[in-house]
């Protein structure tokens, strides 16, 4: 193959060097806004007062930052930590979430594409015939024309920004479906342990009507022997088998809320469950997990993920404003090739047989009935309406906080005096069987203390549950449970787009 002659290399480079000033040029104004970050909405802290009293510690300097703490650190339990590893692994959710940060990315750089040219080699070959009667010798003739060009076609010289602020809003979009994705992640990792522990709680539930009827059973079979005898009253038996069935309805009630829990969590996991990861009761204690401080500064509403991602949006409409502005101006575009051309292929790279073309062209808006004013019109609507919503999430985010912080100032008095008014409800309930049995009161005292005994063990276990659930939910809304090093295969994080 023959070299390219010297007036086509002085023509490709000159190109070159048109096509690099141009890129220097190009976006060299900006005429998005600046970006300002909305004032939270809200006060610096999470100091609450109720009858005069602080309720919650406000925590000026402290500064958790649970965003920071992985979910393995919080989560102690290993069968509930294999649990939730399952789910990250397998739940559909999470693995749409990961699926759109990448279209989100496969987008970004679609749309970052058009800043830069697009250069693109052609080679072609044609052939035709003339007629005798329409060629100028008379007779029929064939022509062919070879031809080799490498050219750029439509590039845009974004000198006033349109196409750099529309990369800027896609990079925004592909943070927004990041934070996103981060959300749903912490979401699921809340969901599962909340259900993991309402499975226990439940079964413990159930374990406590199981032995309540095994009691009241044997209670009634002795009962209803006295009664064939004549020592203890019809409406006394009446009572004790209203119980026991009673007993017996919360069995199948519970029965049936355990099997609603699995399928819960098989449903969270995507995914059957090994019966050994399961819990059979509720722990004793809360070292299940790991306790999260209250003395907060509400400045960690701002990593939650869902704020980010209202930010990322607000930050794509200002973007958005910026490219609706350029629209006002005057767009360049240049279509440019070069290269060589011949009848034969031989022919090719002979010299004289360079050929090249040049053709830049100008569009400058003069009317268009208003479109381009209503188009920057709803791009800065837009602005204000992603404002709006980027304050309500820090609101949503500081009520949620404010919340969950209002129950725990409270759980452990809570659960200290339901502990000391079961075990009373006991020991009356004991006193009152006693008396009973030993015919000083009738049944109707003891069938009281036996219902407000049960009553309060209910009590018991459900305010224990509330306890861990509300460590699960104060983790959860300040934004804790994310951890890259622990992410499955399947999970898409970080940024890798700049």
């Given at each position: 193959?023959?070299?390219?002659?010297?007036?086509?290399?002085?023509?490709?480079?000159?190109?070159?060097?048109?096509?690099?000033?141009?890129?220097?040029?190009?976006?060299?104004?900006?005429?998005?806004?600046?970006?300002?970050?909305?004032?939270?909405?809200?006060?610096?802290?999470?100091?609450?007062?109720?009858?005069?009293?602080?309720?919650?510690?406000?925590?000026?300097?402290?500064?958790?930052?649970?965003?920071?703490?992985?979910?393995?650190?919080?989560?102690?339990?290993?069968?509930?930590?294999?649990?939730?590893?399952?789910?990250?692994?397998?739940?559909?959710?999470?693995?749409?979430?990961?699926?759109?940060?990448?279209?989100?990315?496969?987008?970004?750089?679609?749309?970052?594409?058009?800043?830069?040219?697009?250069?693109?080699?052609?080679?072609?070959?044609?052939?035709?015939?003339?007629?005798?009667?329409?060629?100028?010798?008379?007779?029929?003739?064939?022509?062919?024309?070879?031809?080799?060009?490498?050219?750029?076609?439509?590039?845009?010289?974004?000198?006033?920004?349109?196409?750099?602020?529309?990369?800027?809003?896609?990079?925004?979009?592909?943070?927004?479906?990041?934070?996103?994705?981060?959300?749903?992640?912490?979401?699921?990792?809340?969901?599962?342990?909340?259900?993991?522990?309402?499975?226990?709680?439940?079964?413990?539930?159930?374990?406590?009507?199981?032995?309540?009827?095994?009691?009241?059973?044997?209670?009634?079979?002795?009962?209803?022997?006295?009664?064939?005898?004549?020592?203890?009253?019809?409406?006394?038996?009446?009572?004790?088998?209203?119980?026991?069935?009673?007993?017996?309805?919360?069995?199948?009630?519970?029965?049936?809320?355990?099997?609603?829990?699995?399928?819960?969590?098989?449903?969270?996991?995507?995914?059957?469950?090994?019966?050994?990861?399961?819990?059979?009761?509720?722990?004793?204690?809360?070292?299940?997990?790991?306790?999260?401080?209250?003395?907060?500064?509400?400045?960690?509403?701002?990593?939650?993920?869902?704020?980010?991602?209202?930010?990322?949006?607000?930050?794509?409409?200002?973007?958005?404003?910026?490219?609706?502005?350029?629209?006002?101006?005057?767009?360049?575009?240049?279509?440019?090739?070069?290269?060589?051309?011949?009848?034969?292929?031989?022919?090719?790279?002979?010299?004289?047989?360079?050929?090249?073309?040049?053709?830049?062209?100008?569009?400058?808006?003069?009317?268009?009935?208003?479109?381009?004013?209503?188009?920057?019109?709803?791009?800065k609507i837009t602005r204000d309406i992603d404002v709006a919503n980027y304050e309500k999430a820090i609101q949503t985010a500081f009520s949620e906080v404010a919340d969950a912080l209002a129950v725990r100032a409270t759980l452990d008095q809570r659960l200290q005096a339901q502990s000391k008014a079961t075990a009373a409800y006991e020991k009356s309930y004991r006193l009152s069987e006693a008396r009973y049995r030993s015919g000083i009161d009738s049944y109707l005292t003891t069938l009281v203390s036996?219902?407000?005994?049960?009553?309060?063990?209910?009590?018991?276990?459900?305010?224990?549950?509330?306890?861990?659930?509300?460590?699960?939910?104060?983790?959860?809304?300040?934004?804790?449970?994310?951890?890259?090093?622990?992410?499955?295969?399947?999970?898409?994080?970080?940024?890798?787009?700049?």
């Open positions: 193959m023959r070299t390219l002659t010297h007036r086509q290399n002085t023509f490709l480079r000159r190109t070159a060097i048109v096509l690099a000033l141009a890129g220097a040029l190009a976006g060299c104004a900006n005429l998005a806004p600046d970006y300002r970050q909305p004032a939270a909405p809200v006060p610096s802290s999470w100091a609450q007062q109720v009858d005069g009293k602080n309720i919650v510690a406000a925590g000026q300097a402290q500064d958790a930052q649970a965003d920071s703490i992985g979910w393995k650190q919080f989560f102690l339990d290993t069968r509930l930590q294999q649990v939730i590893d399952a789910a990250l692994a397998n739940n559909r959710d999470l693995r749409v979430a990961a699926l759109n940060v990448e279209k989100a990315r496969a987008q970004y750089r679609i749309t970052d594409a058009d800043r830069y040219p697009a250069i693109s080699a052609t080679g072609s070959s044609t052939a035709s015939r003339t007629p005798a009667d329409l060629s100028s010798s008379g007779r029929a003739t064939v022509s062919h024309q070879q031809s080799v060009t490498l050219g750029v076609s439509a590039y845009e010289l974004d000198f006033f920004g349109r196409l750099k602020n529309l990369s800027d809003a896609a990079l925004e979009t592909y943070r927004y479906q990041a934070e996103t994705r981060r959300s749903t992640h912490i979401s699921l990792v809340a969901e599962v342990a909340t259900a993991w522990l309402t499975l226990a709680s439940d079964r413990d539930l159930l374990k406590l009507a199981q032995d309540t009827l095994q009691s009241q059973s044997r209670t009634y079979e002795l009962s209803r022997r006295s009664h064939d005898i004549g020592t203890v009253s019809g409406v006394d038996l009446a009572s004790q088998e209203a119980t026991v069935e009673s007993a017996r309805a919360d069995v199948g009630r519970y029965t049936a809320q355990v099997a609603q829990d699995i399928n819960a969590l098989r449903l969270l996991v995507g995914g059957d469950i090994d019966e050994n990861l399961l819990p059979q009761g509720l722990p004793e204690t809360a070292s299940v997990l790991v306790a999260t401080p209250a003395g907060l500064p509400s400045e960690v509403l701002l990593r939650r993920p869902d704020v980010l991602a209202a930010e990322h949006t607000l930050k794509s409409a200002n973007a958005d404003i910026g490219a609706a502005r350029a629209a006002f101006f005057p767009s360049i575009t240049l279509t440019a090739d070069g290269g060589t051309a011949s009848r034969t292929l031989g022919g090719l790279f002979n010299p004289g047989s360079g050929s090249w073309s040049f053709a830049p062209s100008i569009n400058l808006p003069i009317f268009n009935a208003g479109s381009l004013r209503a188009s920057l019109d709803s791009a036996q219902r407000s005994l049960y009553s309060a063990q209910q009590t018991l276990i459900s305010l224990r549950l509330t306890e861990q659930s509300n460590r699960i939910t104060l983790y959860k809304v300040l934004g804790g449970g994310w951890n890259e090093q622990s992410q499955p295969q399947q999970a898409v994080g970080g940024e890798s787009a700049s």
